[in-house]
């Protein structure tokens, strides 16, 4: 079934470790993101890339790194995890601007 | 400041009580406008994209229309399956590019 893979599905996180996030997608779109979901703020951009080789910054980089070798795969970094990292985090994918985005099923991090 | 508010936050309707949801943005430069389902647990499901005022996309008891200020998510004669949290995002256009913006979200609930 074509779509978007993210694992893990959750994960409980020491404070100060190293995580990464992962996200594949089989429909061969151009673009990807990463967003974090917290109740009351809705869908935060952390990063995105446009295509192959390039990323950029979204909304709410700090803390995160991304990088995009290929067109199947965008996995998502945190590099020392704080408390304040603990969210749900959403993959997405589209064809290009304009486009309605494809989500994964998320991960759920938790940061203690 | 907010650029995309939905309202009302959470709706409770009984089968066949037909209803509307509100997104209204103070974006310029519109690109698009997007309205997604989700459901607990999963990622927001594409279901439409409006391009300009004056459009409207259907789809079963779903209908979205768009002006210049606000979409409109019509609900005609829900059933219970249609419980979910359903976003609006807006496209537009800034200095750096094209952004995307997600409202918090209208909560439906559907009861027999």
């Known amino acids: 079934i074509a779509g978007i893979t993210q694992a893990p599905t959750s994960q409980i996180l020491a404070a100060g470790r190293r995580m990464t996030l992962r996200c594949t997608q089989d429909m061969r779109h151009n673009a990807m993101y990463w967003y974090r979901q917290d109740l009351g703020l809705g869908l935060r951009l952390i990063h995105y890339s446009n295509t192959a080789g390039t990323t950029g910054k979204g909304e709410v980089p700090d803390g995160y790194s991304v990088s995009r070798a290929n067109t199947d795969d965008f996995p998502l970094t945190l590099a020392s995890a704080v408390p304040s990292q603990t969210s749900v985090y959403f993959c997405?994918?589209?064809?290009?601007?304009?486009?309605?985005?494809?989500f994964g099923s998320g991960t759920r991090l938790t940061v203690v | 400041e907010d650029q995309v508010t939905q309202s009302p936050e959470a709706l409770r309707l009984q089968e066949g009580e037909s209803s509307s949801l509100n997104c209204s943005y103070t974006?310029?430069?519109?690109?698009?406008l997007f309205w997604y389902r989700q459901d607990p647990g999963k990622g927001p499901e594409f279901l439409f994209t409006l391009y300009s005022a004056g459009e409207e996309k259907e789809k079963e008891r779903l209908k979205a229309t768009l002006t210049k200020k606000e979409s409109f998510l019509h609900i005609t004669a829900p059933k219970p399956e249609d419980s979910a949290t359903y976003l609006c995002?807006?496209?537009?256009?800034?200095?750096?590019?094209?952004?995307?913006?997600f409202g918090t979200g209208t909560q439906l609930k559907v009861e027999l």
């Open positions: 995002a807006v496209q537009w256009l800034t200095g750096g590019g094209n952004k995307l913006t």
């Open positions: 997405a994918s589209s064809r290009g601007q304009g486009n309605g985005y494809t």
């Open positions: 974006v310029s430069g519109l690109r698009g």
